[in-house]
């Protein structure tokens, strides 16, 4: 019944490329967030803002991005994006779909978190003088962050196994691309991708463990 | 001015590959999801310390990339010559994706239900049983019906992954129709627009409950 000869080693002795393969996932997903959350801070201002069109802007890219498969929004971006005459290569065409993702997630946590601030606390800033976009920055935006962290923690989780998708539109330097090459020459699927889920997992996991870390230094108070 | 080569044909061929994406994710929501009641039960009866074995098992399943994870289980079928179709292998990982996720709410709803409660119940002389079934049960699922119709579509948007099996559903589909007839834009739009027309509605069935269901 059991047949199949494992060879361990033909993915151990890869495993140096392959970590090399996770510093680009990492990279990927770091940046993507980066992007993510200032995109999502500006979605959440033209939420609130009066202006329709803004606000209609960000409600239609937080329904897309919430209600189309991730693996959609990097097709789009790489050949959709095409028929405009911008032809993205799949590092930034993977870059591009995951930024939008977790720019509608985060924009939607966001709202969420702002449920949770009173009113009031908008209404005491605006009183003391100060203009609606420092009442934001200085009262609102500071409370809704520390609320927003820990979802937005997942949502980093999310971006890290979403750049695994790049391998579907010709990725070949991330963890999965490598992975992937890798397997394309030598056959031993089960045993390159199952050294690739341990890395994702561990790097998931150190993820988790360094946001929860600093959780607890920056919300002391 | 707009001119397609897109023909009615074409989309029927989309149609049939949303109706297998819908056919993947009721599979693996419905086994999952029983899945799920019995791991959340279970981790629930067993407490934090016994339960931990079960605990890190399903959260491989949310910490390793999906991708991967059909690939893996495609290869350990393979390995252990069990010949499953790319269906049945997509079926199996999905289910046990959506266990995990659905542990995490079923546990959840029960830890919702307050200690005094069940112990009013069990002291009018209801057994485990009775308890769990006319106490816990109505309660919980009123905390964790929203997040569950969440995971729900979000394993209909994760089903896309099982292209890399080979099983044509939605989105596979229109990549066949954009390769042949060059038009990605157009295509990639419909693909999203049918996407939008299952998820949309039902998540926001999902948060008109949560906010319903939420304030008493």
């Excluded at chain 2, 010559?81 to 546990?107: D, Q």
């Excluded at chain 2, 964790?144 to 979000?154: E, M, R, V």
């Amino acid at each position: 019944m059991f047949s199949y000869n494992f060879h361990w080693n033909q993915a151990f002795k890869a495993l140096p490329q392959m970590l090399d393969g996770a510093l680009v996932t990492l990279q990927i997903a770091l940046l993507s967030m980066a992007i993510g959350l200032a995109v999502a801070l500006a979605l959440t201002l033209f939420r609130l803002s009066e202006n329709r069109v803004l606000s209609g802007f960000a409600t239609v890219w937080v329904e897309i991005a919430r209600n189309t498969p991730a693996l959609f929004q990097i097709y789009m971006a790489h050949f959709g994006l095409g028929s405009f005459g911008i032809h993205l290569s799949p590092y930034t065409a993977l870059l591009v779909g995951i930024a939008f993702n977790n720019a509608g997630y985060l924009a939607e946590n966001f709202r969420g978190a702002l449920k949770a601030i009173p009113e009031t606390q908008t209404r005491a800033g605006r009183s003391l003088g100060m203009t609606p976009l420092m009442a934001f920055r200085y009262i609102v935006m500071p409370q809704m962050l520390r609320i927003a962290f820990l979802p937005a923690t997942n949502q980093m989780v999310w971006a890290i196994l979403m750049t695994s998708l790049g391998v579907t539109v010709g990725m070949n330097t991330d963890l999965a691309g490598v992975t992937q090459a890798l397997n394309a020459v030598s056959f031993r699927t089960f045993e390159f991708f199952a050294l690739a889920a341990v890395i994702y997992y561990l790097i998931a996991k150190a993820v988790t463990l360094a946001a929860r870390l600093a959780a607890t230094r920056m919300f002391r108070y | 001015m707009f001119d397609t080569a897109l023909t009615l044909a074409d989309l029927g061929f989309l149609a049939k590959g949303a109706a297998m994406t819908l056919a993947v994710t009721a599979v693996s929501v419905l086994a999952g999801t029983i899945l799920g009641v019995v791991f959340g039960v279970l981790r629930n009866q067993l407490g934090t310390y016994w339960s931990l074995p079960l605990t890190f098992l399903l959260d491989i399943f949310r910490s390793v990339p999906l991708l991967i994870q059909l690939v893996l289980g495609n290869a350990l079928q393979s390995i252990l010559k069990l010949g499953w179709a790319p269906f049945t292998t997509s079926c199996v990982v999905l289910s046990l994706y959506t266990a995990a996720y659905c542990t995490e709410i079923v546990r959840g709803g029960i830890s919702a239900v307050p200690t005094t409660t069940r112990r009013a119940a069990r002291s009018l002389g209801m057994t485990w049983w009775q308890d769990m079934r006319y106490i816990v049960a109505p309660l919980a699922t009123r905390v964790s019906l929203p997040a569950w119709i969440g995971l729900t579509l979000g394993v209909m948007k994760d089903s896309a992954l099982v292209l890399w099996l080979g099983l044509i559903e939605l989105l596979r589909a229109s990549q066949i129709l954009v390769t042949r007839l060059q038009e990605p834009l157009f295509i990639l739009l419909i693909c999203g627009a049918i996407y939008f027309i299952i998820s949309f509605p039902i998540a926001r069935l999902g948060g008109y409950l949560e906010k319903r269901w939420s304030n008493d």
